[in-house]
Structure formats: C-alpha cells, structure tokens
C-alpha cells in the first residue's frame, strides 16, 4: 500500500469517527434535555426550566409547627461554550425572593459518566409587611459547587450534586430597629440527588430531592436568622424543561 492510499485511509477513518461524534452529540442533545445534569450544550445556546420548590422547616426549631414554604424557581443556562455555560436562577415567592448567577465547568469523562464544577454568587431579599409586622431583611451569599452525572440508555440522567456556601453579609429591618452584619462565615452543605427524564411532546421533566444542612437557610429569615448549629431542611424540586 503506498503513501497516498495510507494517507487517504487515515483521512477517511478521521472523517468517519468525527460524524459518528457528532451523531451521537445531536441525538443525545436532541433527546436528553436536562438543566442540572452536567452535559455540555453543543447546539443551544439557551435553555431553561420553571418549576417549584418545597422546603419543610425542622420540626425541631418550629416545635409543633411543621412550615412547608412553596417557591417558584425559574432556571435559565447560557452557552458560552462546549465546556463553560452560565447558570442563572430565580427563586421566587410573595414575601421573599432569591436571584443566583454562576459560572461551571462540564467535562465528558466516557460516554455514561460526565462531571461539572462551578462556583456562583448569589443575593436575596424578604419583607413582611401585614399588622404589626414591618420587617425586611436581604443577603448576599457565595457558593461552590460538585457534580457527577450517569447517563443511562433508557433515557435517564442521574445526577449526584454537592455544594457548600458562605454567607457574604446580612441587613435587616424591623420597623426602627436596623441590623447589618459583613461577617462572613461558612454556612454549610447542600446534597442534591435528581432525575431527569422525557415527559410528554418531546418535552423533559427534574425531579430532585435536597439535603439541606446549614446555620442559616434565606426562606426562614422570618422565624429566626443564624443558629448556633446547623439545621436540617428537606426539599423538593420538580422543573419542566421548556
């Protein structure tokens, strides 16, 4: 076999396994949309999802009061490239509301396993403004985060999610009184499990179940500000994927 035919069988097995890449990237974007999976966006440049979440406040702080606190949650991805995409929340309820805007890495280890790291930023705010109440309280707080996502071949993303974050600052307003604290301080860990799978006309659905574990949680400034401990706070997260 002489040169040229070496050099125009090694052009062609080249040709072939970059479309088979490409394939098989078209049709795993085409058909695995997913917002918490760590998978690059290779054609989208957006993507997004809106949803709720419901926390349940620690009986143990409450005492007989079991608080289940519903907030909307409005997810939103931008593209910067195959492996760096923006990552932007709303969390947002009647009396109190949560903005975050981030930044993660996705790397593809094989074709089952993928895995992220990012790190965001993140502000809220809450009033309570009814009959003898004129409260009002803000933050901002900064948080790291882990994942490692399984593909499986019956179209489900399993994705294991860990992140631990620092509380920036705290203000609070309760009628004349003023409180403003920059102290910062690690805050805790949140474990994540979710899945995310196709729903109904091509469309896909996130389910996912939190562990929260933390001195001090935004949806519960109402009722106390820092613990002396961390506290635990389940939550559910359901997102359909638009």
Request: net charge positive; aromatic share 18%.
């Given at each position: 076999?002489?040169?040229?035919?070496?050099?125009?069988?090694?052009?062609?097995?080249?040709?072939?396994?970059?479309?088979?890449?490409?394939?098989?990237?078209?049709?795993?974007?085409?058909?695995?949309?997913?917002?918490?999976?760590?998978?690059?966006?290779?054609?989208?440049?957006?993507?997004?999802?809106?949803?709720?979440?419901?926390?349940?406040?620690?009986?143990?702080?409450?005492?007989?009061?079991?608080?289940?606190?519903?907030?909307?949650?409005?997810?939103?991805?931008?593209?910067?490239?195959?492996?760096?995409?923006?990552d932007n929340r709303l969390l947002f309820q009647v009396l109190q509301n949560h903005l975050t805007t981030g930044i993660r890495y996705i790397k593809p280890l094989n074709d089952h396993w993928?895995?992220?790291?990012?790190a965001d930023i993140s502000y809220w705010f809450g009033f309570v403004k009814v009959t003898g109440f004129n409260s009002s309280a803000s933050g901002w707080q900064s948080n790291t985060n882990?994942?490692?996502?399984?593909?499986?071949?019956?179209?489900?993303?399993?994705?294991?999610?860990?992140?631990?974050?620092?509380?920036?600052?705290?203000?609070?307003?309760?009628?004349?009184?003023?409180?403003?604290?920059?102290?910062?301080?690690?805050?805790?860990?949140?474990?994540?499990?979710?899945?995310?799978?196709?729903?109904?006309?091509?469309?896909?659905?996130?389910?996912?179940?939190?562990?929260?574990?933390?001195?001090?949680?935004?949806?519960?400034?109402?009722?106390?500000?820092?613990?002396?401990?961390?506290?635990?706070?389940?939550?559910?997260?359901?997102?359909?994927?638009?």
């Amino acid at each position: 076999m002489n040169r040229f035919s070496i050099l125009l069988l090694i052009l062609c097995i080249n040709l072939s396994v970059k479309k088979t890449v490409f394939a098989q990237d078209t049709s795993f974007q085409s058909q695995h949309a997913a917002i918490l999976f760590p998978y690059p966006m290779y054609q989208e440049k957006w993507r997004s999802s809106i949803g709720f979440t419901m926390l349940t406040s620690p009986e143990d702080i409450t005492e007989e009061l079991r608080i289940r606190i519903p907030c909307g949650d409005y997810h939103l991805l931008r593209k910067i490239n195959q492996h760096f995409i923006l990552d932007n929340r709303l969390l947002f309820q009647v009396l109190q509301n949560h903005l975050t805007t981030g930044i993660r890495y996705i790397k593809p280890l094989n074709d089952h396993w993928f895995a992220s790291i990012g790190a965001d930023i993140s502000y809220w705010f809450g009033f309570v403004k009814v009959t003898g109440f004129n409260s009002s309280a803000s933050g901002w707080q900064s948080n790291t985060n882990l994942s490692l996502g399984y593909k499986t071949r019956k179209n489900l993303l399993f994705t294991f999610k860990f992140e631990s974050g620092y509380n920036l600052s705290y203000r609070s307003v309760n009628g004349e009184n003023k409180y403003n604290s920059s102290q910062k301080y690690y805050n805790g860990e949140v474990f994540t499990f979710a899945i995310e799978q196709p729903f109904y006309n091509k469309k896909h659905i996130t389910l996912a179940f939190s562990a929260i574990n933390q001195y001090f949680n935004w949806q519960t400034w109402a009722l106390f500000y820092k613990n002396d401990r961390k506290v635990f706070y389940p939550q559910m997260t359901v997102g359909f994927i638009l």
